[in-house]
């Protein structure tokens, strides 16, 4: 029988070191917030991410470097992967790269963990995608998968592998289902996009967006993802469960835009073309009562995560994390 993993493990050592948890993906826009998140309770992060992202402070995302195993013979108590693709456009255009970012990523991840630090509690940052349209709102971790993009499919498929890790190896492993996430340093997306095309608008300009504007997302602050993370690491079984992470509030399109725009007051019209593009889902809500159930609270309201990215400075976001978050050097890495 596979072993639940809990925070008694965490305190007692009897699941790796206590001390340390990775994130990989850490210069990417929910790894940011994570790396802070676990930081500002006093956590140690060691942060990885792929050899091209030239920083001295992270770990190279890859197997094969010394460094990572390194990392991983340490018996770190949780890695957090939140590596690999994020477009549900990009994976309809290039579904082999997608694959090859997400699913085999993953699989190379969970496979050294396997090998390495079978003790450590591996969470994936899946997706909502999973679900695809489903067949009644809200959506609890129980609905069926039935994803519409190459995109869901292979977060639907990297938790498949997860699972048969857990059941066959017994590597701990939970998976976050994330639904809409957004915050003032993620420069794509629906709530960003928005907001830029109404600020570059003239005055009186009519500004065009793509779908019906009834289709509808529930909108989770970048913030509250990491609040998420911690909850899960902390209180889950680790025994190939999944969690919703949402707030729970189903906001239409339609009405995004109008918030947008009343805020930035702008008088520009509003208009859909009616298209739904290849691979996007008409409608989302989440029950996240079982993440609740764990201690969740989201802090961010839609209406507040819109103001703060509307008035905060945006210059492009520098993708060198150590910019904005200082990560500790493994040994013998040059700080």
Known sequence: MSRQYSAHDRDTGNAGDGRVIVVTGATGFLGRSIVRRLQSESRE?????????????????????????????RQPYALVHAAGSASVADSVREPHEDFRSSVALFEEVIDAVRRLSPGTRVLLLSSAAVYGNPTHLPIDESAPTAPVSPYGHHKL???????????????????????????????????????????????????????????SRDFIHGEDVARAVLCVLDGAAFAGESYNVASGQAT???????????????????????????????????????LRGLGFRPQWTLQAGIRDMLTSEHGDVDSKIGDHVKLPTMPGQRA
């Open 45 to 73: 992060v060691v942060g990885a991410a792929r050899p091209s992202v030239e920083r001295q402070a992270l770990v190279p995302l890859s197997v094969e470097a010394p460094q990572f195993k390194a990392l991983l013979a």
């Open 157 to 215: 498929l990297s938790e498949q592998l997860g699972r048969m890790y857990q059941t066959f190896y017994d590597v701990p492993f939970c998976s976050i289902r994330i639904f809409s996430a957004y915050g003032k340093e993620l420069r794509r997306q629906v709530v960003f996009d928005v907001a830029q095309k109404l600020r570059s608008a003239r005055a009186g300009e009519t500004v065009v967006l793509r779908g019906t504007g009834r289709e």
């Open 252 to 290: 239409r399109i339609e009405e995004l835009a109008s918030s947008i725009r009343d805020q930035l007051r702008s008088d520009a019209t509003v208009e859909f073309d009616g298209i739904v593009r290849s691979g996007d889902v008409l409608y989302w809500q989440a029950n996240v009562s079982k």
